[in-house]
């Protein structure tokens, strides 16, 4: 069951509204034919099980264990979980197994699971929490209480690990004053004209940072290879999707020789203000 809003519902295959603020409140009761379990497996029937759960982000590479319990005599475990937002990402995957609890003593029973941890049953649930691209994480917040301008709109915190999970090196702090902008973001699914407005406003600065970062260091080059859901990954995309055709050398002689030049480039690249009317 998904718990939003103190509203339990179950679990459903995507989580359209989610967002990094949103914590991801989860429970689940198993109730286990503890008899029948232990005979399949051809254990002793005193032979103590354990049902245990992991999480899995995909988008922020993320794992954790949710809870792990001895299955009671009546068999019925409840399993409950609040996984932080800032900790997930595209799709969490929700592993529950039933196990043996602890390694098994003796020498009788010789097929039957004998270390701890042994797998007695499984089964896997997930939730996408994002579309296939992933999500750009974003925090409204007060920049009077940030290090950050107090008039300013928004400011790109980008980490230069070029190996690290896109999903922690990036954030887009917006100023909860600039409620043009927080409207926007709010209404990003069903947007008014002015709200088209501030969003590719937006969206073409942020490219333009990202850009900009990308080029500054110098291991970004047409010869770095990274995996996937990587910050590298994710500038190379980025530029190759802006620029495509043109190498990383050459893009990067044209914002050293030409910056003005490059910077409309750069918004004819994202095209700015196109769809709106």
Do not use: C
């Not at 928004?154 to 600039?178: C, P, R, Y």
């Amino acid at each position: 069951m998904l718990s939003v809003n103190g509203e339990e519902l179950p679990l459903p295959e995507s989580y359209p509204h989610w967002d990094y603020q949103t914590t991801l409140s989860l429970r689940r009761t198993i109730k286990i034919d503890l008899h029948r379990a232990l005979a399949e497996s051809m254990l002793d029937l005193r032979t103590e099980l354990a049902l245990a759960a992991i999480w899995t982000s995909t988008g922020s590479k993320l794992r954790g264990t949710v809870m792990r319990t001895i299955v009671p005599e009546n068999g019925e475990v409840e399993l409950r979980a609040d996984l932080p937002g800032a900790d997930l990402g595209g799709v969490v995957l929700l592993d529950t197994a039933l196990v043996l609890a602890q390694r098994r003593q003796g020498v009788g029973r010789p097929v039957a699971p004998r270390r701890g941890g042994s797998v007695l049953w499984s089964d896997r649930s997930q939730i996408r929490l994002q579309g296939d691209a992933p999500q750009f994480p974003i925090a409204i917040v007060d920049f009077d209480q940030t290090n950050y301008p107090g008039d300013a709109a928004w400011h790109l915190e980008i980490g230069t690990n070029l190996d690290a999970a896109t999903m922690g090196s990036l954030l887009l702090l917006v100023n909860e004053k600039k409620t043009v902008v927080t409207e926007a973001l709010r209404r990003a699914g069903s947007p008014r004209v002015e709200d088209k407005i501030a969003l590719s406003i937006l969206y073409a600065d942020v490219a333009r940072t990202m850009v900009d970062h990308a080029l500054r260091l110098g291991e970004f080059d047409d010869d770095s290879h990274y995996i996937d859901e990587t910050l590298g990954a994710t500038l190379q995309e980025l530029v190759g999707r802006l620029f495509p055709g043109r190498s990383i050398t050459d893009i990067r002689l044209a914002a050293q020789e030409s910056p003005n030049l490059f910077a409309s480039e750069l918004q004819a690249a994202v095209k700015i203000f196109e769809g709106v009317s």
